[in-house]
């Protein structure tokens, strides 16, 4: 069974960066896709962005493009969201989930506990 564990959230101000963790359990890193998701007070889950391991392929969701960075360690079976830029409506709860097909057909069958993000303006 694969296991995720997000972790880095915090308060910040407006303006400031967060770089946020996933480890992973998976013994095969290299052929899973790896997404962050958010939710904010009263609103749905949104995609924020994903990495297929496979081949480093990455995707933004519209409103973080040029602001968050995401990346793979293989080495420590990690990956990162490098959130620069933050903004009030950033503030979510943030969580990484994982599958084994990047097809968006597929749902991520594989979600690890969430880390808070607060920005203050």
């Known amino acids: 069974e694969v296991q995720l564990q997000a972790s880095g959230g915090g308060l910040v101000q407006a303006g400031g960066s967060l770089r946020l963790s996933c480890t992973t359990s998976a013994f095969t890193f290299n052929d899973y896709v790896v997404g962050w998701f958010r939710q904010a007070p009263g609103k749905e889950r949104e995609g924020v962005s994903y990495i297929d391991n496979r081949d480093g392929a990455t995707w933004y969701v519209d409103s973080v493009k040029g602001r968050f960075t995401i990346s793979s360690d293989s080495a420590k079976n990690t990956v990162y969201l490098r959130m620069n830029g933050l903004k009030p409506e950033d503030t979510a709860v943030y969580y990484c989930?994982?599958?084994?097909?990047?097809?968006?057909?597929?749902?991520?069958?594989?979600w690890g506990q969430g880390t808070l993000v607060t920005v203050s303006s």
């Open positions: 989930a994982a599958k084994l097909d990047v097809d968006p057909i597929y749902d991520y069958n594989f």
